[in-house]
């Protein structure tokens, strides 16, 4: 069946500018996970859906840094006034209902210029 | 001191060579273990998931936990070229967020 999907796969935009990135997670899974994994870092945490809700944002770095999920479906990551050092690959993820395993899409590369 | 470590490697191995592939951890509560494997430019790819102590083998590849020593490992036999990839531990307490290993570079060469 179809995996996790991700839009835009890259994305270059100047210092400034808002972005929003897309996660489309597998039919039916009811958890969603944002990471970002930037060179030499590794994957770090961003925020966890269960459903429509977050039960855990902790990982946000800012308060530039929002998301959403509607539907208990699509995903939206939103970063405001990008800053260089947002520049990162940000992956989604998702994993059935009560189930560990976690099924990451390919990415959005964010390049801030 | 990070929460799981991991060698970053690059490891480079001949094709056949028995591959072993580790990481350590502090968190005692971790229950879950998972590997994923990462080719350049893509997104991870889960490989192997174990709960608790033990062992679990999948076709050539094998994971290994010993949380009395807060230690796994993955074991790839009759490694191929096509295993090259980064691969990566990631654990969890529950249903929610996976804390991730920076990965080990993986070379396997014809």
């Known amino acids: 069946g179809a995996g996790v999907s991700q839009s835009p796969s890259n994305k270059v935009t100047e210092k400034g500018k808002d972005v929003e990135l897309r996660c489309d997670p597998i039919?039916?899974?009811?958890?969603l996970y944002w990471y970002r994994q930037s060179l030499g870092q590794g994957l770090e945490f961003l925020i966890y859906?269960?459903?429509?809700?977050?039960?855990?944002k902790s990982g946000l770095p800012s308060d530039r840094f929002s998301a959403e999920r509607t539907g208990g479906s699509v995903s939206t990551l939103t970063i405001q006034r990008t800053q260089q050092e947002d520049s990162a690959v940000y992956l989604c993820?998702?994993?059935?209902?009560?189930?560990?395993?976690?099924?990451f899409g390919p990415g959005t590369r964010l390049t801030v210029t | 001191q990070k929460e799981v470590e991991q060698d970053p490697g690059p490891l480079s191995v001949p094709e056949g060579a028995i591959v072993s592939l580790n990481c350590t951890y502090s968190?005692?509560?971790?229950?879950?273990f998972m590997w994923y494997r990462q080719y350049s430019r893509k997104g991870p790819e889960l490989l192997m998931y174990?709960?608790?102590?033990g062992n679990k083998e999948d076709g050539r590849f094998t994971a290994q936990v010993d949380k009395s020593s807060k230690y796994i490992s993955l074991f790839i036999r009759d490694s191929q070229p096509s295993d090259s990839a980064t691969y990566l531990c990631?654990?969890?307490?529950?249903?929610?967020?996976?804390?991730f290993g920076t990965g080990t570079r993986l070379l396997v060469s014809p």
């Open positions: 993820a998702s994993s059935p209902s009560r189930v560990h395993e976690q099924y």
């Open positions: 968190n005692s509560a971790f229950q879950y």
């Open positions: 990631a654990m969890n307490t529950g249903f929610q967020k996976l804390v």
């Open positions: 859906f269960q459903g429509n809700s977050a039960p855990d």
């Open positions: 174990t709960y608790s102590s």
């Open positions: 039919s039916g899974h009811t958890a």
